[in-house]
């Protein structure tokens, strides 16, 4: 299955790494539906930014998990292959 990288950018405010944290639990909830599997996320509190790692059959479909668990969905994603 593809590996995807995904990008928010938080420009309406900051963001805290416990705001994350609650969001990836409730993506952790929706992923069955989709075939996603999230594997890890990265926040960058000063920036506003948020960096998600994924497998997915494809971006829409870890889009989508994003959407229906908080709204929050990627502004990027970059299929990305592990070093």
Known sequence: MPLYMDVHHLDDGP???DDVAKA???DLEKQGAHGVN???YWVDEAKGQ???LVDAPD?????AVHREAHGLVADEIH???QG
């Open 24 to 26: 990836h639990a409730a």
């Open 59 to 63: 971006a829409e479909s870890a889009n």
């Open 79 to 81: 299929e990305v292959s």
């Open 15 to 17: 963001v805290t790494a």
């Open 38 to 40: 999230y594997l890890n």
């Open 50 to 52: 948020i960096f998600c």
